[in-house]
C-alpha cells in the first residue's frame, strides 16, 4: 500500500527545499549564463592568453565530476583559508560548472555570426562593445537558445548534489523525510515530479524570453 | 587635394605579395571603377582604404590623414568611408530603419527622431521609404543592396566603397541597384567601385583601373580606356568579359 498521505505533514519540509531550489536555480542561471558569455567572447574574439586561460577552465569543469568540484569548494577551499557556507559553496559551484558549459555553447554561437556582420559594424564606425551588444549577440544566442535551455535544466536537475553539503534543497527535503517517515516510494516520487514540474517551468520561462528577445522571427 | 592617395602601398598575405606598389589618386566627385581578372587584388586594394586590412608598405591618405588599421582610427576613418558588400551584410535582426538607424544613433549620438528621419530620407533616395519596417529577409536581394546603400549613407560619408555589389543578384535585378549608384554619381558623390558592370563602368564611371597581377596595370578615363585598350592583358580581359 503506498502511503502519500503521510507525506501531507511534511509540505513545509517539501516547499521550503524547493524554494531554495528555485532560489538557487535562478541566480545561477542568471550567473552562469554571464559568466559563459563573457568567457565565450574571449574565447572567441580575445588575446591569446586570455584565450588559453578560459579554455583550461573550460577543460576543467567539463572533464571533472561536479560532485568533486563542489567537494572541492566546500571542504577543499578553507584550506587556503576559503570557508564558505554550504549555500555559497553551492551558488559558487553551480555558476562554474554552468559558465563552463554555457561558455562552449555561446561560443558556437557566436562562430556561427558571418565575419560580414563585423565588418559592417565595423565600417559604420561601431566599436567592439557596440558590435557586440548590438549585431552579434541576439542572432548568436538565436542560434543556441535550444541548446543554452538544456543545459541550465541540466545544471538545475545536477545541483540535486548540493543536499551533499547539507543544502537544504528539494533532494535534501526528500531524504529528511523519508529517513522520518520510512516512505520512500513516496518521498522520492513527489519529489521527481517536482524536479519535473520545475523544468518544465524553466523551460517555459525561456521560451518567454525567447519569444521577446527574437520577436523578430515572428514577424517575419 | 585628392580625396583618397595610394602611394606605393605594398601588401601581402603571409608570403602572397599581393598588391604590388598600387599608386592612385581619386579626387573627390569621381567614379572610378576598378575591373581586373579574379584574384587580382581588386578587393584588398578597396579593403585598404578603409583600413579593414593593413598594408606592408607604403602609404594610403584619405582627406589628408593617413589611414592605419588602428581600430580607433578605422573607426574614426568610417566616419567619412562608406563600404557596400557583395552580400549586403543587413543586420537580419532589426528591422530596415532600425538598420540605418543604428549607426547615427550610436555612433554619430543623434537623437532617435533625428536618425529616423535621416533614416526614411536615405530610403527616400533608394526608392523604398514604403520597406522602413520590413525585416531584411522579407526583401529581394535587389532591396537589401539598396537598403546597403541608405545605411552607409545615412552616415554622410564622402566616399563610398562598392565591392562587386550587384554580383550576388539576380539579373534582373541589377538594374535597379546601378540606377541607384548612377543617381549618387550624378549627385557628387565620390565612388570607387569594384565591378563587372563594364557598361556601368563606362558610362557612369570616370575613370577605369584595370587590376593585373597585384599592380594597376592600365588607368585612364572610362570610355577612352575601354574602347581602345593599350595593354594585351586589358584587350583580352574585355575581349572576355564582353
Ligand atoms: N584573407 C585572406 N587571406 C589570405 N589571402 C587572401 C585573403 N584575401 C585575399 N587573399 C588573396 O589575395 C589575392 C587577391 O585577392 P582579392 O580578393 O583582393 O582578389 P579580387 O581581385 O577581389 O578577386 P575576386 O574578383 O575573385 O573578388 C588572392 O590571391 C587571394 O587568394
Ligand atoms: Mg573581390
Given amino acids: 500500500m503506498l502511503h502519500f498521505s503521510d507525506l501531507f505533514q511534511y509540505t513545509d519540509v517539501f516547499l521550503s527545499g524547493l524554494l531554495t531550489t528555485v532560489e538557487l536555480t535562478l541566480l545561477t542561471t542568471i550567473l552562469g549564463i554571464a559568466l559563459g558569455t563573457c568567457c565565450a567572447a574571449i574565447r572567441q574574439y580575445g588575446h591569446t592568453v586570455s584565450q588559453r586561460l578560459v579554455a583550461v577552465y573550460v577543460e576543467l569543469i567539463r572533464n571533472t565530476p561536479f560532485i568533486v568540484q563542489l567537494f572541492f569548494i566546500f571542504f577543499g577551499l578553507p584550506a587556503i583559508g576559503l570557508k564558505l557556507t554550504p549555500w555559497q559553496a553551492s551558488m559558487i559551484a553551480l555558476t562554474i560548472n554552468l559558465g563552463a558549459y554555457s561558455t562552449e555553447i555561446i561560443r558556437a554561437g557566436l562562430s556561427s555570426i558571418p565575419k560580414g556582420q563585423i565588418e559592417a559594424a565595423k565600417v559604420l564606425g561601431m566599436n567592439f562593445r557596440q558590435t557586440l551588444t548590438r549585431v552579434i549577440f541576439t542572432p548568436a544566442f538565436e542560434k543556441i537558445y535550444p541548446a543554452l535551455t538544456s543545459q541550465c535544466i541540466i545544471v538545475m536537475l545536477g545541483s540535486a548534489v548540493i543536499s551533499q553539503i547539507s543544502v537544504e534543497d528539494l533532494t535534501y527535503a526528500a531524504n529528511l523525510v523519508q529517513s522520518r517517515n520510512f516512505r520512500a516510494f513516496e518521498s522520492y516520487l513527489v519529489t521527481a515530479l517536482l524536479y519535473l514540474v520545475l523544468a518544465i517551468a524553466l523551460r517555459f520561462i525561456f521560451n518567454q524570453i525567447g519569444k521577446r528577445l527574437f520577436a523578430y522571427r515572428e514577424v517575419r | ?242
Avoid at chain 2, 173 to 187: F, N, P
Avoid at chain 2, 202 to 228: A, C, I, P, T, Y
Fill in chain 2, 1 to 242: 587635394m585628392s580625396l583618397v592617395n595610394l602611394h606605393q602601398v605594398h601588401k601581402y598575405y603571409g608570403d602572397n605579395h599581393v598588391l604590388k606598389g598600387i599608386d592612385l589618386d581619386i579626387q573627390a566627385g569621381e567614379v572610378v571603377s576598378i575591373i581586373g581578372k579574379s584574384g587580382s587584388g581588386k578587393s584588398t586594394l578597396l579593403r585598404c582604404i578603409n583600413g579593414l586590412e593593413e598594408y606592408q608598405q607604403g602609404g594610403i591618405t584619405l582627406d589628408g590623414k593617413e589611414v592605419t588599421t588602428e581600430d580607433i582610427q578605422v573607426r574614426c576613418l568610417a566616419l567619412s568611408v562608406g563600404m557596400i558588400f557583395q552580400n549586403f551584410n543587413l543586420f537580419p535582426h532589426m528591422t530596415v530603419g532600425e538598420n540605418i538607424m543604428l549607426a547615427p544613433t550610436i555612433v554619430l549620438k543623434k537623437s532617435k527622431a533625428e536618425a529616423a528621419a535621416v533614416a526614411k530620407a536615405m530610403l527616400e533616395k533608394v526608392g523604398l521609404a514604403e520597406k522602413f519596417d520590413s525585416y531584411p529577409e522579407k526583401l529581394s536581394g535587389g532591396q537589401q543592396q539598396r537598403v546597403a546603400i541608405a545605411r552607409a549613407l545615412a552616415m554622410s560619408p564622402k566616399v563610398l566603397l562598392c565591392d562587386e555589389i550587384t554580383s550576388a543578384l539576380d539579373p534582373e535585378l541589377v538594374g535597379e541597384v546601378l540606377k541607384v549608384l548612377e543617381q549618387l554619381a550624378q549627385e557628387g558623390m565620390t565612388l570607387i567601385l569594384v565591378t563587372h558592370e563594364m557598361n556601368f563602368a563606362r558610362d557612369v564611371g570616370n575613370r577605369v583601373v584595370f587590376m593585373h597581377q597585384g599592380k594597376v596595370w592600365e588607368e585612364g578615363d572610362s570610355k577612352q580606356l575601354l574602347s581602345s585598350p593599350q595593354t594585351d592583358e586589358l584587350k583580352q580581359f574585355i575581349g572576355a568579359v564582353l
